[in-house]
């Protein structure tokens, strides 16, 4: 186990990667390098979400770089642990921080998550079941948007999530799982950008984008 993480943890993420013989780790991120290229935008976009990182690792995945953190959530006096994982779509800086043009994904527990305000779901949505799909539109004004998308669950009991035509999100878009055989969490995408440079932009994640971060993680999209 290195900054945390085990091979059988990361294996949460890349159900479909071969990690075991393959998880070669890179270099350990100090939390503050991490917390300095995050902080423009937050792993959530959420006013009240706090989230610090404790561990932060680089690793292979096969061919591919990841780096994988564990976070503390905290919203007023709740906190949780969550796992965060970073797939960069370009290079990885030499400094150590990540290309503006990465995507992270964060998996929040469900305790924590449904006690937001501004709520990810809406009250009425949260008394519906299904998945529902949330985000912020990525020019003003902001407007919070939740519609429902289909998951259906495999014959090995993979979820699959048929995202199709979606549109862009600022800093989302959040998959927000409400039926009792989907896992009680949030998992949440973002771009992860540099705040020297892009400090307090929006960066919106297209459908593709989506697509991208959820065929890494293992899903069948």
């Avoid at 059988?8 to 991490?34: C, D, H, I, K």
């Avoid at 959420?46 to 990182?53: F, K, Y």
């Avoid at 591919?64 to 919203?75: F, P």
């Avoid at 642990?81 to 990540?98: E, K, M, N, T, Y």
């Amino acid at each position: 186990m290195i900054g945390g993480w085990s091979a059988a943890r990361l294996g949460r993420f890349f159900p479909n990667q071969p990690l075991e013989g393959q998880f070669t780790p890179v270099v350990s991120l100090e939390a503050t390098a991490w917390n300095l290229s995050q902080a423009a935008s937050g792993l959530l976009v959420h006013p009240r979400v706090v989230v610090t990182v404790a561990h932060a690792v680089l690793f292979h995945a096969g061919a591919q770089l990841y780096s994988a953190a564990q976070v503390k959530v905290e919203l007023g006096n709740m906190r949780a642990w969550a796992d965060a994982v970073v797939i960069p779509s370009r290079f990885l800086q030499s400094s150590g921080f990540l290309a503006s043009t990465d995507l992270a994904v964060l998996r929040m527990p469900w305790e924590v998550s449904a006690a937001l305000e501004p709520l990810l779901v809406t009250r009425e949505k949260r008394q519906e079941h299904g998945t529902w799909l949330w985000g912020w539109s990525p020019s003003p004004p902001r407007a919070q948007s939740c519609f429902p998308i289909t998951v259906s669950s495999a014959e090995d009991g993979t979820l699959r999530y048929p995202i199709t035509n979606l549109p862009a999100f600022s800093g989302g878009p959040l998959l927000c799982g409400l039926e009792e055989h989907q896992p009680q969490e949030v998992i949440g995408l973002h771009r992860a950008f540099h705040s020297d440079t892009q400090q307090g932009e929006a960066i919106p994640l297209s459908s593709e984008d989506v697509v991208e971060a959820m065929r890494a993680l293992g899903f069948e999209v």
